[in-house]
């Protein structure tokens, strides 16, 4: 949520409607960029209460966490979180406002796919291109190399190919998936999942749907949340 806000509203938007950064885009288009930093403000409180601080977490131990939320804890941030949840629907009818350039190709997508859920944090690796791994057989598929000029690594795919990541990837591959929200907001928009496959410009909407996606999981799992026995199980 803190995540895509940031993307979206901070980064994206300011290029899309011509201003050099969210600073001078507030000036013109205030509402916009107050929810973007409400949206972004609502994912760092559920950060600190899971992880204790809202940026690099400190209660994340192996086996689990050195604290859990009280169900009261997280109880009390649902009408935050209902209210994210509609800022998120609004993201995305921005977005589907916006200018964007015409581009388009047959990309090759990259992303986690699990049976039951949303693949933000399992799954196997799967493609548009008909991939098929567990994550520990990333090497059969994929290679990073190194390029000069750079200390960060470059990944191809096993025959030197390029591939697409992240939100679109994971629209495109994993739709059925989806929550419910997200699903219908997707579709509701006539042609969304084809522009977000093919053409780069649209992974903004990408993220919108995410958003949605992950606003209604949240607020799932607080309805849904029991406590533990125990914040770790031991080893």
């Known amino acids: 949520i803190e995540s895509h806000a940031l993307h979206v509203y901070l980064l994206h938007l300011p290029d899309f409607l011509g201003y050099p950064s969210a600073v001078e885009l507030a000036r013109d288009h205030r509402a916009a960029v107050e929810r973007g930093l409400a949206l972004k403000r609502t994912g760092n409180r559920l950060v600190k209460l899971l992880g204790g601080r809202p940026i690099h977490p400190i209660s994340v131990r192996v086996g689990g966490f050195s604290r859990v939320p009280r169900r009261t804890e997280l109880e009390a941030l649902r009408p935050e979180l209902e209210a994210a949840a509609g800022q998120a629907r609004e993201t995305l009818e921005l977005v589907l406002g916006l200018d964007v350039p015409e581009y388009e190709r047959e990309p090759r997508l990259v992303a986690l796919r699990h049976p039951g859920e949303y693949p933000f944090n399992d799954g196997r690796i799967v493609s548009s291109d008909a991939i098929d791994l567990r994550p520990s057989d990333w090497r059969e598929a994929f290679h990073e190399e190194q390029h000069e000029g750079?200390?960060?690594?470059?990944?191809?795919?096993?025959?030197?190919?390029?591939?697409?990541l992240g939100p679109a990837a994971r629209v495109s591959l994993c739709a059925g998936q989806l929550h419910p929200a997200a699903a219908g907001a997707l579709a509701a928009a006539d042609g969304l999942a084809e522009r977000i496959r093919r053409n780069p410009y649209w992974s903004i909407a990408a993220r919108a749907v995410e958003l949605i996606q992950a606003t209604s999981e949240a607020l799932d799992i607080v309805d849904a949340y029991r406590p533990p026995e125990a914040p770790a199980v031991t080893w």
């Open 150 to 164: 750079t200390n960060a690594l470059h990944a191809r795919t096993a025959d030197g190919g390029v591939y697409l």
